[in-house]
């Protein structure tokens, strides 16, 4: 099949996904369906690719192209406005076709021809022939309602920094932009600031639904308790009495609801037909680090189309959103609206530089929306130092999930550091003298003249670890149960203790892991504990934010009886080094993300065995594994003796797994006739059978040709997105050193062919007699292009054209046009000297087919019929991209739709084998 059949399938089931039923002009019948695509309709200016009808009605056109490398959609454009402006036959309207797409088996865009200054953009999949009718019918297009309809925002009740950024917001749609950023500090009012450009957005703008993106469930109940609670200035009633709000608990989108609040987890549930527990919605995912075998692909959910929402609002939106989440922002075509507190270069790399409002933290405390704080450090020597533990000591050990404990001896002496305190080892005098520290500190120094403890939130590293400070923290304060509670998901009441610890006067201190971390609205806070550190800068910025909300004297009396004015300040206790430690943007799921993949294949061949070298190995070649096609999956399988590269990755990183480990050495001990068990294996027999394991997935990567092999790969089929460096235009313009470049490139492409002539079987094939030029194959071609493109030389068909259209531009044709792998011919011919021009290889084709074909027929006694000549058309264009026609290429669609070898036989009988060897020796020699 060719590319451009195998396309057209892929675009036909996609149609047929999205409702659409595909005919051939042959079977026109506009009455079955509210939505038909039909192939190949005529117009004025030759056949459209599809033509589509709603309702009876063309309304759209899809310019149909093949999926190839560098494929670029915005180049055939013009192409579809051609089609879309051109007379239909039988079409009794002359308007121009609205809808505008292009599409290959992979890729869509889409063109309304009705916006104001109509812009292309991708989309995920079709629309619905319902949406299309449905923009039909609308007196204008959401995009002319942003730019013309947009009445002035009432200013009354709201905040300086929150007039800025909704009417920042409406300017950037204004303009249709599909990304916008709202930078916000912590406590300014984000989601009030949201609700209002969302409310705008459903009136006057005439959105269908908005979803509201959350990180967590619970941020989810917040916001959608604000948005019951919110009354728009221009209406008595609140939002919920004019809008339905639905917050997504099951794999459902309510079709009345206008607003829907869900956390990203949950809809790419929906969308990628995973099953999800609930229990995933009640983590961060600033929290959760991704592995390779969470990655499932979202695919279209015909009860969730991409049309679905008209927006999405991303709260808070930190480093999830770039990863495997970033499917469903992929997904739907909306403007992405991003709300955080803590943008990174990431961030506004995200959201294309387009920060619509911008307001601080730094800001927000000079104008008293949010309070200042003080850092207070606590340090001790275990948490400094660790500490360790003698053999034959008798202590207790404790089951991490049941909290079951045993009393028994250490079997060895028992070394730890402080950053494994509360995970492998528990010192419960380390979290005492932390707690008398932080106690001795607020009575003493920081709050001395407050009769209750300050509300106070402590950070734990694990819901044990939380378990373990509130049995202290009772203790040390000599208080019951009331007083200090824990705040996790875990949590049976979690939602009433967060309630009562922001309105009631119990609990004092609450110990949370992260349900609180983030967005969680609790205004009288006064202290934050530390006791874990933090590693990504965004989410410790989050966490910090839960103390800063301001609070007026009579908010924090209310709860805080012996405070005396409003809230001014908050104190950060560090008991874990968390404001010196170091911070990035994001964890990396690899643990050498800098390291090349050359070098980590180089490194393995060499002998490093070390964990972080393999997993960043195996995380790499599985992320490598999905971009392959099946010619380098079989170029790689090939050298590594059959093993693909998703095994050899996944070879990697099992190899690293402890309990396999285990059972390896469990057998090798066996086979030795050892009596050994888990408890009794020697660390020396474990790293035994650790050795035996990685030795043998990292065997096939002894072979260099096999390690060039996977490195060339990433190198031709992997793009790096840089959102971190920002950049700007310092010239526009061809220079002196393009112009050199370009003769450089000819030069260096000349003196290939000359030096290569004999090494490269499709190089060969013009130095040969005349009768073996007809052995051409197009995967010759692609041998020598493959060769060609490889670094160092980085020369593309694409490029070749170019530098030949600069340096000798009166020999080149067709230098505009989308060029083809098989032009690569052309290109070494006129390097040769065998041609004075160079032309597309398409166009010489045609040429010399119109020659054969006169003199064929000269020949004969008749000419060929026209339904002869048609498949012989069809022939030709098959040798033009392919360099050959035989008779397994009949089961190509395109030959194949029209009848195939069998059809074709009918037609010339016994001729068929000596036409298509003349036309492989005509057209192509």
């Known amino acids: 099949m060719t590319p451009e059949a195998q396309a057209r399938q892929q675009i036909d089931h996609k149609l047929e996904q999205a409702g659409w039923v595909i005919q051939d002009m042959k079977q026109l019948d506009l ?35 093949k999926d190839a490398a560098g494929e670029n959609l915005t180049a055939t454009e013009r192409q579809t406005e051609r089609y879309a402006h051109a007379t239909l036959k039988w079409r009794q309207d002359s308007q121009p076709l609205r809808f505008l797409f292009e599409a290959t088996g ?27 009718k449905a923009w039909l019918a609308a007196p204008n297009t959401l995009r002319r309602r942003l730019a013309e309809h947009m009445p002035t925002l009432p200013t009354l009740k709201l905040r300086d920094c929150q007039v800025q950024a909704v009417t920042g917001l409406e300017q950037s749609l204004a303009l249709n932009k599909p990304r916008a950023l709202v930078h916000m500090a912590t406590g300014a009012g984000k989601t009030f600031t949201a609700i209002t450009s969302v409310y705008r957005l459903l009136k006057f703008g005439g959105a269908k639904r908005i979803l509201f993106l959350v990180d967590t469930r619970n941020l989810g109940k917040q916001a959608h308790q604000e948005f019951m ?72 959910n015909p009860a969730v189309p991409v049309e679905t929402f008209d927006f999405i609002v991303i709260d808070e939106c930190h480093r999830s959103i770039y990863n495997l989440w970033k499917q469903v922002l992929d997904y739907f075509d909306a403007y992405l609206i991003g709300l955080t ?24 405390v000079v104008d008293g929306v949010n309070v200042g704080y003080d850092v207070y450090e606590i340090v001790t020597v275990v948490t400094q130092k660790g500490s360790e533990l003698k053999a034959q000591e008798w202590v ?38 932390v707690i008398r520290a932080m106690k001795q500190a607020v009575e003493t120094q920081i709050f001395p003249t407050r009769q209750e403890v300050p509300k106070t939130l402590i950070f734990a590293k694990t819901d044990s670890h939380a378990d373990d400070i509130i049995q202290i923290v009772r203790d040390e304060y000599g208080q019951g149960n009331a007083f200090c509670r824990k705040v996790t998901y875990s949590e049976k009441d979690a939602d009433g203790v967060l309630t009562d610890f922001r309105n009631e006067y119990h609990p004092r201190i609450a110990v949370t892991v992260d349900m609180i971390a983030t967005g969680t609205d609790v205004k009288p806070l006064e202290v934050l504990l530390f006791m874990r550190d933090v590693r990504s800068r965004g989410y410790y910025e989050q966490m910090k934010g839960r103390g800063v909300r301001s609070l007026d004297a009579e908010g924090l009396k209310r709860v805080s009886g012996s405070a005396e004015g409003a809230k001014t300040r908050f104190v950060l206790m560090d ?66 003796g059959g093993v693909s590269v998703a095994v050899l990755a996944k070879g990697l990183i099992t190899a690293l ?12 001990a066996q086979a030795q006739g050892l009596a050994r068990t888990e408890e009794t294996l020697l660390p020396q027999e474990l790293a035994a059978a650790r050795a035996l394991r990685v030795a043998a997935a990292c065997a096939p990567l002894d072979n260099p040709a096999l390690r060039d092999a996977l490195e060339n790969a990433r190198r031709e089929r992997e793009q790096i997105i840089d959102h971190i460096n920002q950049d700007e235009v310092v010239f526009a313009g061809f220079g002196e050193q393009a112009q050199a470049q370009a003769v450089t490139v000819v030069q260096t492409f000349a003196e290939y062919v000359q030096q290569h002539k004999a090494e490269i079987e499709a190089l060969s094939f013009f130095y040969q007699q005349p009768y073996q030029r007809r052995a051409l194959a197009f995967e010759m071609v692609e041998e020598l292009h493959a060769h060609l493109s490889r670094p160092p030389l980085m020369l593309t068909t694409e490029r070749l054209w170019s530098a030949y259209a600069r340096v000798q531009a009166s020999a080149v044709k067709g230098a505009n046009r989308q060029r083809q792998l098989t032009d690569l011919v052309s290109l070494v011919r006129f390097a040769l000297g065998l041609e004075a021009e160079l032309r597309p290889f398409a166009d010489e084709v045609d040429r010399r087919f119109q020659a054969w074909v006169f003199r064929h027929n000269a020949q004969r006694a008749t000419a060929f019929t026209p339904e002869q000549m048609e498949w012989l058309r069809m022939m030709k264009n098959h040798i033009a991209s392919s360099c050959s026609i035989g008779r397994d290429d009949f089961d190509y669609a395109e030959l194949a739709d029209k009848g195939g070898l069998q059809k074709v036989w009918q037609l010339f009988g016994k001729e068929l084998d000596g036409l298509m060897g003349e036309m492989n020796w005509e057209l192509v020699a």
């Open 341 to 364: 507190a803590t943008p990174d270069n990431r961030t506004y790399g995200f959201f294309n530089q387009n920060v619509v409002a911008e307001y601080g933290y730094e800001a927000s």
């Open 396 to 433: 207790d050990h404790r089951d991490r999930a049941t909290r079951k404990k045993r009393w028994a001896q250490t079997e060895e002496d028992t070394r730890y550091t402080g950053k494994e305190l509360d995970r492998s080892v528990v010192n419960p005098s380390q979290i005492r003298a």
């Open 229 to 300: 609670a919110y009354s728009p200035p221009d209406d008595g009633r609140k939002f919920t009495e004019l809008y339905n709000v639905q917050r997504l608990a099951s794999p459902s989108i309510d079709p009345h609801a206008q607003v829907c609040i869900s956390t990203i987890q949950r809809m790419y549930s929906v969308l990628s037909g995973e099953p999800m527990d609930d229990a995933a919605d009640d983590i961060s995912l600033n929290e959760v680090q991704q592995t390779p075998s969470q990655q499932k692909w979202v695919r279209y």
């Open 575 to 640: 008991a874990v080094g968390v404001e010196k430690s170091l911070k990035t943007d994001s964890r990396p799921l690899e643990k050498k993300p800098h390291v090349a993949l050359k070098d980590l294949l180089q490194g393995v061949a060499v002998g490093h065995r070390d964990d972080e070298t393999l997993l960043s190995l195996g995380n790499r070649l599985v992320r490598l594994a999905k971009t392959l096609d099946e010619k380098a999956q079989a170029r790689i399988e090939k050298l590594s």
């Open 106 to 132: 992979q890729l869509v865009r889409f063109t309304d021809g009705a916006d104001p200054a109509p812009r292309s953009r991708e989309l995920f999949h079709f629309f619905r022939p319902q949406q299309l």
């Open 657 to 668: 797994d402890p309990d396999a480990i285990v059972q390896t050495a469990l057998a090798t």
């Open 31 to 65: 009455s079955v369906g509210l939505g038909v695509a039909v192939r190949e309709y005529p117009t004025d200016t030759g056949p459209a690719d599809y033509v589509l009808f709603v309702d009876r009605v063309a309304c759209g056109v899809i310019e149909a192209k």
